[in-house]
């Protein structure tokens, strides 16, 4: 092993061994603190009484009667055979039932998580460890209901209510609370989470007030102690600032994402140093970039044409009440009416809200804006919500594609055709029924290779959205052909940070040679997630290829997609993802080390099993192997895959 690759590899051994606070600290200190949304109230009372009330300042609740929505009057719910009991005593709310261990505790309820439709409690199920039970108060039925009502989920299972997946420290509290830090030590596996406020408070949007107060009280604030701020003192301006400013903060929360780091950033932060942005990915997504999948908001804005002119979200939405701006059509008339709007001189003004453009009924459901330009689908049981890339029907296309279309979503009983030929009836000289990319992402579903062209082709073009293009970038895989590949690697100066950043992991069938001249400037690229990804691409290149005043920079990028790993050591995912890095890096023990924990972390990881095995049989150690698969196999009983690995190990060694 040469030099560079053990200074790589190195830490991985160290991986888990280091307490969490080495890893992210609290607020560096030349940011100002955040003072809570009770003092900012004193000043600007018309913004906290709109607040006050609203979805972002009830985000998380304490327990109390005025919170609390769900019927605690020692009411039982029974699922799968599991009998769950809500009880209240005074101010404290019990929730009796199923454990981690199978056996019955009575858990009690330490927060409260939304307001409609629908409630989620929280328990406390070890000191500092929140869970989120997944027997769910639904407001407007008033009743319980399971959220997964499908699933088994046995007691020991990663999905049980105990799990990781369920832990709101790691996986929720980041986007309902106020200036969040989770706190995580991956030795002793606990967690000392704290917030600035629990709920979206004011400063989740507007940043720490601290200076802000100073300056609004003196005239002034110290800006050598705290440098670069807004001249009255914030981190972000919001009220003059762009659209895309406001969009990224809201970003943070509105998207399915992976944060990079484990405190919330601090609100004027672009969400590329922050996040890892979902791609319109199968499953998530259909393929015309509708949702489908639990995504929010941010992943179909980006695709819209309002996005690309500059509409944000506080011209529909008013962020203080969390309402829209005007009720039904009316929020949609601000722009598209025959006034227009000023501020969108390309606007074309007409009349939208009658039988000549929605030829239904003024009114009526057909004729909502929002019904033929954001379709509704519904999680968690019964919360429906909208698709933000307001576009227009394309049913003519939903038999190439299989995306649905809004006229058949609510037209149950007729086909797309039917609709198709509706439309173009109304609308013969139509501009709006040419080529669109779902058509490659479609064909890409079925066979990547064969649709390389079309893929390579939506990639380059510039005015198709970023995350169209950098999709088009994801779906040619890691390693596709050369003249591809070559294609891929003129993108990787292109604006967009997320084209950038999925370049960057599709180079592997470049020459490592040249994936080193390519990916060299991304090491200093401007964001953070663009950094990390030309980070991982270079753990597969030979660190003996490496020009020596490359080193420090490839080891600089590596540090910090590192810590983003040990930000998130309490996720199983991580922790395949640490033993993938470190067996590419030739540590077979930090490897060994990583999918142990992913086991621990969630048994049902098969993945991480049949890894521990080939692992130990490569070293020789068979028992070790065989035992690895043995208990793969007490957690996931039919895996074929590890009934595999058995069959193979029994076939190597005779019994
Ligand atoms: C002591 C009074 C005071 C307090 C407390 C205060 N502000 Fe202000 N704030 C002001 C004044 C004065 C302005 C300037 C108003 C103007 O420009 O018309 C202002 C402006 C603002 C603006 C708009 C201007 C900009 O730069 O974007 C925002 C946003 C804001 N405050 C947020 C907050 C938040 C959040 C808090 C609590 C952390 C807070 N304020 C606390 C007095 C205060
Ligand atoms: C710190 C995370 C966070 C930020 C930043 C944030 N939100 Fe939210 N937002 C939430 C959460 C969490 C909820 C849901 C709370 C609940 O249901 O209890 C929510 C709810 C909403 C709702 C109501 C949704 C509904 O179902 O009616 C709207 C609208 C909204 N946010 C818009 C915005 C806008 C616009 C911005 C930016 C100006 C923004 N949010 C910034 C976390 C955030
Ligand atoms: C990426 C940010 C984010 C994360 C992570 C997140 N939430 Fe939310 N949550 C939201 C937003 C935004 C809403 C508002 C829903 C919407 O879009 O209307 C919300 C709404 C809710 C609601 C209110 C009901 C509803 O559907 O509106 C509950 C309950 C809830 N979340 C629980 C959780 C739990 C439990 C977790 C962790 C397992 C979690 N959330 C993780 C952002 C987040
Ligand atoms: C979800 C994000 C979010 C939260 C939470 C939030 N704001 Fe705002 N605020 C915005 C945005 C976006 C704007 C600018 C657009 C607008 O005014 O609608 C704004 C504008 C303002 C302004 C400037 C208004 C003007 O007309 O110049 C003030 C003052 C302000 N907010 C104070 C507060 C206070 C005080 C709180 C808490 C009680 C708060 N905000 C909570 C997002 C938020
Ligand atoms: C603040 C102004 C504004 C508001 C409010 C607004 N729009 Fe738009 N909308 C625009 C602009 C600007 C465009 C782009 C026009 C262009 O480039 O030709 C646009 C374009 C569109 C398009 C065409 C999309 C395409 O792919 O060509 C649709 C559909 C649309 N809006 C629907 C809506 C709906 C539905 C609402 C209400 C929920 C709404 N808009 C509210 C400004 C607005
Ligand atoms: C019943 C379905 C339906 C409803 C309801 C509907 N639209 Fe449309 N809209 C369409 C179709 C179909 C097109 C494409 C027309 C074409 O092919 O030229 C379209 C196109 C558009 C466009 C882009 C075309 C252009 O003229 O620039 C805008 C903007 C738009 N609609 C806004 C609205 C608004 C605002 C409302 C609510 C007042 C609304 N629509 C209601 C079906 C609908
Ligand atoms: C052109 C208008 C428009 C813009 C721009 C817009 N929204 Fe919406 N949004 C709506 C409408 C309309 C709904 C549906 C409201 C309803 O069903 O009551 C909605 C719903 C929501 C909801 C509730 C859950 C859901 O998905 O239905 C959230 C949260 C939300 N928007 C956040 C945002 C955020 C964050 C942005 C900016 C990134 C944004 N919106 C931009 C019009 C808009
Ligand atoms: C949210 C539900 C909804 C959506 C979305 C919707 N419609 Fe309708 N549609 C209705 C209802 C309800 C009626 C009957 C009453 C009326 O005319 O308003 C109707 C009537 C019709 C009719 C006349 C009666 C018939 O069945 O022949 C046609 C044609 C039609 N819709 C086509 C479409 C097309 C095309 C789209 C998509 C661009 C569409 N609709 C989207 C609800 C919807």
Redesign the pocket.
Known sequence: MNNLVRTLAAPWLLLLAVPAAAQTGPLASNTPAYVGSASCGDCHAPEADAWRG???A???QTPSAASVAGDFGDTVFEHRGVATRFRREDDAYHIETEGGDGASHIYRVAGV????PLQQYLVETEPGRLQAFDIAWDTAGRRWYHLYPDAELPAGDGLHWTGPYKNWNARCA?????GYSKNYDPRARRYASTQAEIG?GCE??HGPGEAHREWAVSGSFDSARWPGLTRSGLTIG?AAGTADT?IQ??A???SRREAIADV?PI?GTPFHDAYRLALLSPGLYHADGTIRDEVYVYGSFLQSRMYARGVR??DC?D?HR???KAESNAVCLQCHSPAGNPRFPMLKPAAYDDPSHHFHAVGSEGAQCVSCHMIQRVYMGI?G?RDHSFRIPRPDLAAETGAPDACTDCHAGRDPAWAADEIARRFPASSRRGAHFSQGFAAAWRDPVAAGGELIAIAETADLPGIVRATAIGLLGGAPEPALAARIAALLSDQDPLVRETAAGALRALSPAEQVRRLAPLLGDPLLAVRMAAARAFIGIPAEILPPQLGSRVEAAMAEWRASMYAKADFPETQLAIGGAALALRNPAAAEQAFREAVRLDPQRVEAWVMIARILAATGDVDGARKAVEDGMAAIPDDPGLRAMRDEIRAATGN
């Not at 998580?113 to 409609?116: D, L, P, T, V």
């Not at 980041?174 to 106020?178: L, S, V």
Request: a negative charge; aromatic letters at 2%.
């Open positions: 609203s979805m972002h009830l985000a998380w998580a939304g307001i409609a980041e986007c309902h609370a106020t979206v989740a949007c919001l406001e903060q809201c943070g929360c509105h919330s609100p979200c506080s939405h962020p969390t309402a829209l919360d919500r």
